[in-house]
């Protein structure tokens, strides 16, 4: 029934990204790369957790950007002469006594069929293939780190000192981190990909939702991570975007809390901060709510006051602004509510130029979201702050830290104590100003209090 239920919030399942949106990103990125050249992106290689249990596998999110390709062992090579691309990827192939035990591959036949690719080879012939087509180029597009035979054979090709080069200058002579490119390619978000996001999104507030619904004394902060990640995976998802962080009382004042261990009690608030993956792509949302269903008067106040400034600081996320001025307005507004509360004794001005604010409100006010959940993209080029453009998402996520466990806050006025406030939204910029992505989950005191304890 639940899903059934929320059916309709969540909207229709996206379309997958289509094959020519992946051919178009690689044309893109091709065109700003030299004649004569490779581009390598290799898949990071799949991790132990213990024995021989391996680690949920999450690919290279350049290659899937490049690609959607998401199996391990896997390498693009892609070769740039005469201004002609061909673009190769090297994949596990298809073995029966393997897929019976770990599920289906692809394989090559697979891949030449329905990827964003001209060829397809065993990644176990990637060595004798590579090594000769170097030999064509003289500038590497590389990014090491991620596969030791192929850093390697990329190195050893630029280092080369054979006949061969010397006589006609055969084999590259530099490798070029493509990193930034790809970066500034996808801080920008296609349709498809804002329909990915946005549907993560929903996702991720309904998960939300239900957390609060089934929240009462004496639930442990584990079993509201279990509610979470539940409906994350029951209505689509396949994983969190990030280890979720669910923190009850004093845990809700350490700013990445991952223990999730503790009981919750009579008159906290919890601290929520947790996303889901969509198909690679990240929500991020953060809510904090008392576990009783009622605010008290200071949690009251505390919270009015980081969400003022949360809206003032989305209200700023709009074509053309500085990314910097979002953290500006939300800033201000805290600075000036803590001084009216009596938390702050220095003037909004003083507190924001001498560190007092810092105190309690430590971290930045958003970061870019996309394939990783903080996403690519430098925020000052050329030292300047970046200014918004359309296609471009952003989280805004004030907050305000009061743990009477710390030593710089022996004058906290007990009524203070132990309130950790964040609220945390993923932002679309558009030409028609700011789009809430997770506009489903309730952040309003009293859609917050008509919620908390309602399925119990």
């Avoid at 061909?86 to 770990?102: G, H, P, R």
């Avoid at 991952?258 to 919750?264: A, M, T």
Wanted: proline letters at 4%; glycine letters at 8%; charged letters at 25%.
């Amino acid at each position: 029934m639940a899903f059934q239920t929320y059916a309709n919030q969540i909207g229709e399942t996206p379309e997958p990204i289509h094959v020519s949106e992946y051919r178009q990103r690689q044309e893109k990125l091709y065109s700003q790369l030299d004649d004569n050249s490779a581009l390598i992106l290799c898949s990071p290689k799949e991790k132990i957790r213990s024995n021989d249990v391996h680690f949920p596998y999450r690919t290279n999110s350049d290659l899937l950007y490049l690609t959607g390709w998401k199996d391990p062992d896997c390498v693009l090579l892609a070769i740039k002469k005469d201004n002609v691309w061909t673009t190769t990827l090297f994949v596990q192939e298809s073995n029966i006594e393997l897929e019976i035990w770990e599920g289906r591959r692809p394989g090559v036949e697979g891949a030449k069929k329905n990827w964003a690719i001209d060829e397809a080879y065993p990644s176990e012939s990637i060595s004798k293939i590579l090594s000769e087509r170097l030999k064509s180029v003289s500038i590497v597009y590389h990014c090491v780190g991620f596969n030791i035979k192929v850093d390697n054979l990329v190195e050893n090709s630029i280092n080369s000192r054979n006949r061969a080069r010397q006589q006609i200058g055969e084999g590259p002579t530099q490798r070029i981190d493509p990193s930034l490119l790809i970066s500034e390619m996808r801080l920008i978000k296609s349709d498809a990909e804002i329909n990915l996001m946005r549907y993560s999104a929903n996702i991720s507030s309904i998960a939300h939702i239900e957390a609060m619904k089934n929240c009462f004394t004496g639930i442990g902060e584990w079993q509201i991570q279990a509610i979470i990640e539940g409906y994350f995976k029951f209505l689509g998802a396949k994983n969190w975007a990030y280890p979720s962080i669910v923190g009850c009382g004093e845990n809700a004042t350490i700013l990445h809390y991952h223990e999730n261990n503790k009981i919750c009690n009579d008159g906290e608030i919890i601290l929520i901060d947790a996303g889901s993956e969509y198909e690679g792509y990240a929500a991020d949302i953060t809510r904090s709510w008392p576990i009783s269903g009622k605010f008290s008067d200071s949690q009251m106040k505390i919270y009015n006051l980081v969400l003022r400034s949360q809206r003032a600081a989305i209200q700023k996320c709009v074509v053309g602004n500085q990314y910097i001025e979002a953290h500006i307005a939300a800033s201000k507004v805290l600075a000036e509510g803590l001084v009216e509360l009596g938390i702050i004794h220095c003037s909004a001005e003083e507190a924001l130029e001498n560190g007092e604010l810092k105190k309690y409100f430590m971290h930045g006010t958003g970061h870019w979201l996309g394939l990783d959940v903080h996403d690519v993209g430098i925020y000052k080029p050329n030292g300047e702050p970046r200014v918004f453009e359309p296609g471009m998402v952003i989280t805004i996520e004030p907050g305000l830290y009061f743990g009477d466990w710390r030593s710089d806050l022996t004058d906290l006025d007990p009524k203070w104590a132990g309130i950790g406030i964040r609220i945390e939204d993923d932002i679309l910029i558009t030409e028609n100003g700011p789009e809430v992505l997770s506009s489903l989950c309730p952040k309003d005191i009293h859609e917050l209090e008509s919620l908390i304890g309602q399925s119990n």
